[in-house]
């Protein structure tokens, strides 16, 4: 089973900043990532689907990069709605489509 | 509008049974595969089950292999979730997912997800 491992845990900054987030693969999953945001009560938002491509209706600050093992979710400027908690999704190796543990995006 | 509203849930004795559904609508639900994918309290998201558009293929978590079973039904446009000697560590939050894309593979992305279903099994 492939894991997925995403940094940092959590990562706090402010609005209009630059946010970072990492997800590291344990083998190669060519470009079969995707990235999706959870705010609190709500289901899961799929934001990037194979690394680097938005979804539907997703703003254009949200871009997503790598392929391989290594993977980037980039957040150009934060908004106050982009703090939430964001999941790194494989597919390369089905079952199971495993999932990374989560960045909680925080303001600070 | 794509909906996907989850039923089913509740609280359940360990060893016991539940069925989950997932009506869907303002889709061709025969032309997509569907999940499941269930979150604990508090904890990161776990894929369960996937079923491809016309049932061909279906995949299982290991963690559930053996004691659900996934299902659809394309003329009522409803998923189901049969799940049997359920476990404390079953208890999650239980999400369906529609595949991204219409005829595609079994192992597509989620897009979108319902509202959920809570699923506690305790004594």
């Known amino acids: 089973e492939i894991v997925l491992t995403q940094s940092p845990a959590t990562l706090s900054l402010s609005p209009g900043e630059r946010a970072t987030l990492s997800c590291r693969a344990s083998?190669?999953?060519?470009?079969?990532l995707a990235w999706y945001q959870q705010k609190p009560g709500q289901a899961p938002r799929l934001l990037i689907y194979d690394a680097s491509n938005r979804a539907t209706g997703i703003p254009a600050r949200f871009s997503g990069s790598g392929s391989g093992t290594d993977f980037t979710l980039t957040i150009s400027s934060l908004e106050p709605e982009d703090f939430a908690v964001y999941y790194c999704q494989q597919r390369s190796n089905w079952p199971p489509n495993t999932f990374g543990q989560g960045t909680r995006l925080e303001i600070k | 509008e794509v909906q996907l509203v989850e039923s089913g849930g509740g609280l359940v004795q360990p060893g016991r049974s539940l069925r989950l559904s997932c009506a869907a609508s303002?889709?061709?639900?025969?032309?997509?595969?569907m999940h499941w994918v269930r979150q604990a309290p508090g904890k990161g998201l776990e894929w369960v089950s996937g079923i491809s558009w016309n049932s061909g293929s279906i995949g299982y978590a290991d963690s559930v292999k053996g004691r659900f079973t996934i299902s659809r039904d394309n003329a009522k446009n409803s998923l189901y979730l049969q799940m049997n000697s359920l476990r404390a560590e079953d208890t999650a939050l239980y999400y369906c997912?529609?595949?991204?894309?219409?005829?595609?593979?079994?192992?597509?992305?989620?897009?979108?997800w319902g509202q959920g279903t809570l699923v506690t099994v305790s004594s």
């Open positions: 997912a529609k595949a991204l894309v219409e005829m595609a593979t079994i192992e597509d992305w989620f897009d979108p």
């Open positions: 083998q190669s999953v060519s470009s079969y």
């Open positions: 303002g889709f061709t639900f025969d032309d997509y595969a």
